[in-house]
Every structure is written in structure tokens, then in C-alpha cells.
């Protein structure tokens, strides 16, 4: 997954600030490394995936965006509470 792009793409997209936006490019990173996304999608976590999924929840913060996606992967395969977000500066 490509960090910069992604970084690149939410601060073009969303009024987030750079705390916010660095914690989702690290939760994203994290998703990716782990390889569960890619084991129960089978595809590989893109910068472009990220994006299209938070652009899809119903409101609120970038992190809270992304706390959805996460919340939505929970329910459809367990265990992705790890990759949420809890605290950002």
C-alpha cells in the first residue's frame, strides 16, 4: 500500500488534520501488513480502497470514517477490532 498517496488522498478529501490523517495511514498500514484483508477479500489493501471505503460511511470524522469501514469488517469476518482507531492527536 502506498502511504503517501494515501496521506495525499484524505487531506485532498476530508478536513482532517494531520494527527488524524497520520492515524489512519497507520491503522491502514497495519490492516495491510497484517495480510487479513487481503486473506478474506482476496486483494491487497490499496491507497485507492481506503479511500473509496471511508468515502462511504455515513458521516463524521476521517477516523470516525474509518472506524466504520473497521466496525463493517468486524461484522462480516471477526477480528478486526485491533485495527480501530482509538486516540489521535
Do not use: Q
Not at 494515501?6 to 478536513?15: I, K, M, V
Not at 490523517?21 to 498500514?29: K, S, W
Not at 481506503?50 to 477516523?63: F, I, K, N, R
Not at 466496525?71 to 482507531?85: H, K, V
Amino acid at each position: 500500500m502506498d502511504e503517501t498517496r494515501l496521506g495525499s488522498e484524505l487531506a485532498d478529501r476530508y478536513d482532517a488534520g494531520e494527527g488524524e490523517r497520520r492515524a489512519v495511514v497507520r491503522a491502514a498500514r497495519d490492516l495491510a501488513d497484517s495480510g487479513r484483508l487481503a486473506a478474506d477479500r482476496g486483494a491487497a489493501l490499496t491507497a485507492g480502497t481506503v479511500v473509496e471505503e471511508v468515502a462511504d460511511a455515513p458521516g463524521g470524522s476521517l477516523a470516525e470514517r474509518w472506524n466504520w469501514w473497521i466496525g463493517a469488517l468486524e461484522l462480516a469476518y471477526g477480528g478486526y477490532g485491533e485495527f480501530r482507531i482509538r486516540k489521535h492527536r
